[in-house]
């Protein structure tokens, strides 16, 4: 199929769940966090809920990942049963043995509490996952709270999180489930991605699969925004129908003509004049509205536009710093240098930026060459404000006019403008040229704590905790506890969580890359970063 055409290595919008093509938009980040906040802090009960396709399965597999090993997962797929159903069901996955044939409801609650009973004097969690909750009828609804009943005298024997559907905060609505609704102590609606978000997205997928450019100008990301609803299923397979449309038609790139073909083919010509008809009304209701407010905004414009002139004016003023270039260029590979030469350009800048030597020659990958100098390299697809987020300078694969590809040294960001080193030149351009030409890949440095072996998890001992212990004393403004024989346990895992989750990190507890570069951050010091402090003042 197009696969090849386009030199992709595998097909960037199957609607088969990957997680090497999990997109974690900030809304999807959000509702991961209710959901672990759920699990980890024994809150009982949380309810996710969304359109179809924005995404809640991913969340949940995301979730799956994140669950201490001191977990045991009962996960329900298909809700469409009776309560007998949905015991036995809870039973099968989490082990319980039953008598075959068994429809005593008591019989089920009592080997379930027994089992929870076992797991917690065992220092384990249990977690019911329940999918398409918007599906499970009043009976079973009210055994899902009565199983709520389950505890001790400090906790919550099972965790439950229902996912489902908008209507399901309907139907908890209802004055017959009160006493459920009551119980839910999270709750989170997962909504469309942004038009911003949609673009990202997108390059994340393309990048992932081997794409060399940009399929997908951005002048057609609003239609494939409006055409989508932000929806991630509905972007996945319009995408995939228009490069297939691209391929046909001996394309290079997806224009409006073969994007809207692929959206009339996938969401039917009527489903497409019943958005047309919508968006007339809109525009109709809108004119009137602004027709009818027009007179008296006038007189208010008139009034207030000299003051708001002046106090924009002020504000712009002082967000320019004095360091700040002011001369725009277009971004481009200089004509005058070999394009081939442009990565080991890079990151010679980049490695002159943490103060090291980088051999073009040398032994070893560039990867390697870090490493030699207590550093580490983090790559990405990502995003622009995930780089911001990790405040590390970086360098990026982007591409020219006509696909080709070069890597240029992002240093320093000043609000919509960023200092780029390409080649031997140093340019300030707009970040939305950036955005054009660059589909999400980047490497970045980041430095390692003393006799580093690997990521930080529960129960872990050596130096790592140590360091770790002394990131969160130094954030915190308290004295370090003895460092010998330190543990990374449960209350140190709860102080990493918190952070995480204020860093828009997952909140897993497991002390990675990206969590020790965060750390160092809030903690202070003096390595290399985008943006200064003194530069958000």
């Given at each position: 199929?197009?696969?090849?055409?386009?030199g992709?290595?595998?097909?960037p919008?199957?609607?088969?769940p990957?997680?090497?093509?999990?997109?974690?938009?900030?809304?999807?980040?959000?509702?991961?966090?209710?959901?672990?906040?759920g699990?980890?802090?024994?809150?009982?009960?949380?309810?996710?809920?969304?359109?179809?396709?924005?995404?809640?399965?991913?969340?949940?597999?995301?979730?799956?990942?994140?669950?201490?090993e001191?977990?045991?997962?009962?996960?329900?797929?298909?809700?469409?049963?009776?309560?007998?159903?949905?015991?036995?069901?809870?039973?099968?996955?989490?082990?319980?043995?039953?008598?075959?044939?068994?429809?005593?409801?008591?019989?089920?609650?009592?080997?379930?509490?027994a089992?929870?009973?076992?797991t917690?004097?065992?220092?384990?969690?249990?977690?019911?996952?329940?999918?398409?909750?918007?599906?499970?009828?009043?009976?079973?609804?009210?055994?899902?709270?009565?199983?709520?009943?389950?505890?001790?005298?400090?906790?919550k024997?099972?965790?439950?999180?229902?996912?489902?559907?908008?209507?399901?905060?309907?139907?908890?609505?209802?004055?017959?489930?009160?006493?459920?609704?009551?119980?839910?102590?999270?709750?989170?609606?997962?909504?469309?991605?942004?038009k911003?978000?949609?673009?990202?997205?997108?390059?994340?997928?393309?990048?992932?699969?081997?794409?060399?450019s940009?399929?997908?100008?951005?002048?057609?990301?609003?239609?494939?925004?409006?055409?989508?609803?932000?929806?991630?299923?509905?972007?996945?397979?319009i995408?995939?129908?228009a490069?297939?449309?691209?391929?046909?038609?001996?394309?290079?790139?997806?224009?409006?003509?073969?994007?809207?073909?692929?959206?009339?083919?996938?969401?039917?010509?009527?489903?497409?004049?019943?958005?047309?008809?919508?968006?007339?009304?809109w525009?109709?209701?809108s004119?009137?509205?602004?027709?009818?407010?027009?007179?008296?905004?006038?007189?208010?414009?008139?009034?207030?536009?000299?003051?708001?002139?002046?106090?924009?004016?002020?504000?712009?003023?002082?967000?320019?710093?004095?360091?700040?270039?002011?001369k725009?260029?277009?971004?481009?590979?200089?004509?005058?240098?070999?394009?081939?030469?442009?990565?080991n350009?890079?990151?010679?800048t980049?490695?002159?930026?943490?103060?090291?030597p980088?051999?073009?020659q040398?032994?070893?990958?560039?990867?390697?060459?870090?490493?030699?100098?207590?550093?580490?390299?983090?790559?990405?697809?990502?995003s622009?404000?995930?780089?911001?987020?990790?405040?590390?300078?970086?360098?990026?694969?982007?591409?020219?006019?006509?696909?080709?590809?070069?890597?240029?040294?992002?240093?320093?960001?000043?609000?919509?403008?960023?200092?780029?080193?390409?080649?031997?030149?140093?340019?300030?351009?707009?970040?939305?040229?950036?955005?054009?030409?660059?589909?999400?890949?980047?490497?970045?440095?980041?430095?390692v704590?003393q006799n580093?072996?690997?990521?930080?998890?529960?129960?872990?001992?050596?130096?790592?905790?140590?360091?770790?212990?002394?990131?969160?004393?130094?954030i915190?403004?308290?004295?370090?506890?003895?460092?010998?024989?330190l543990?990374?346990?449960?209350?140190?895992?709860?102080?990493?969580k918190?952070?995480?989750?204020?860093?828009?990190?997952?909140?897993?507890?497991?002390?990675?890359?990206?969590?020790?570069?965060?750390?160092?951050?809030?903690?202070?010091?003096?390595?290399?970063?985008?943006?200064?402090?003194?530069?958000?003042?």
């Amino acid at each position: 199929m197009y696969r090849e055409y386009f030199g992709l290595k595998e097909l960037p919008f199957s609607i088969t769940p990957d997680p090497r093509y999990l997109y974690l938009s900030e809304k999807h980040r959000e509702a991961l966090a209710h959901l672990v906040y759920g699990v980890d802090s024994e809150v009982g009960f949380v309810l996710l809920t969304g359109e179809v396709g924005t995404g809640k399965t991913t969340v949940c597999r995301c979730l799956l990942e994140q669950i201490p090993e001191n977990t045991d997962i009962a996960f329900i797929l298909n809700p469409i049963m009776t309560v007998e159903e949905l015991l036995a069901t809870i039973c099968d996955e989490l082990g319980i043995s039953y008598l075959e044939g068994n429809n005593s409801i008591k019989v089920f609650v009592d080997k379930i509490n027994a089992y929870l009973l076992d797991t917690y004097a065992g220092g384990r969690k249990t977690v019911l996952i329940i999918e398409e909750a918007q599906n499970l009828s009043h009976d079973v609804l009210e055994q899902v709270r009565l199983l709520t009943n389950l505890e001790t005298n400090q906790q919550k024997l099972l965790q439950i999180i229902m996912v489902g559907q908008p209507e399901l905060n309907n139907i908890l609505s209802r004055k017959e489930l009160q006493q459920l609704s009551q119980r839910i102590t999270a709750r989170y609606h997962l909504g469309p991605l942004s038009k911003k978000e949609v673009s990202a997205y997108v390059n994340h997928r393309l990048t992932v699969a081997g794409a060399c450019s940009k399929l997908f100008p951005d002048s057609i990301i609003g239609k494939l925004y409006d055409a989508s609803r932000g929806i991630p299923r509905l972007i996945n397979v319009i995408c995939d129908r228009a490069l297939l449309g691209v391929y046909v038609e001996g394309k290079k790139l997806v224009d409006k003509y073969t994007l809207a073909k692929a959206t009339q083919e996938v969401l039917g010509e009527l489903e497409v004049k019943k958005q047309k008809r919508k968006m007339l009304q809109w525009v109709l209701t809108s004119l009137l509205v602004i027709s009818c407010g027009a007179v008296l905004a006038m007189a208010y414009y008139n009034h207030r536009s000299q003051l708001s002139a002046i106090k924009i004016q002020t504000m712009l003023n002082a967000n320019v710093k004095k360091t700040e270039p002011q001369k725009l260029y277009t971004l481009y590979w200089p004509s005058n240098q070999p394009i081939d030469h442009s990565k080991n350009m890079a990151y010679k800048t980049l490695f002159m930026q943490w103060g090291i030597p980088y051999e073009i020659q040398g032994k070893g990958t560039i990867c390697q060459q870090a490493k030699a100098k207590g550093l580490r390299c983090l790559n990405g697809p990502g995003s622009l404000n995930e780089l911001i987020r990790l405040n590390r300078p970086a360098v990026l694969k982007l591409f020219d006019d006509k696909g080709h590809e070069f890597y240029a040294a992002l240093t320093k960001l000043y609000g919509d403008t960023a200092l780029l080193v390409i080649g031997t030149e140093t340019k300030t351009v707009d970040v939305k040229e950036i955005e054009q030409r660059w589909l999400g890949d980047y490497t970045l440095l980041w430095r390692v704590p003393q006799n580093f072996k690997g990521n930080i998890h529960l129960g872990y001992r050596g130096y790592e905790v140590r360091w770790l212990e002394k990131q969160l004393s130094i954030i915190q403004g308290r004295t370090m506890k003895p460092l010998e024989d330190l543990l990374y346990d449960n209350a140190l895992v709860k102080q990493v969580k918190k952070i995480q989750l204020t860093e828009g990190l997952v909140p897993d507890g497991i002390v990675g890359p990206q969590t020790i570069i965060h750390l160092n951050n809030i903690a202070g010091g003096d390595e290399p970063v985008l943006i200064k402090k003194a530069d958000n003042k």
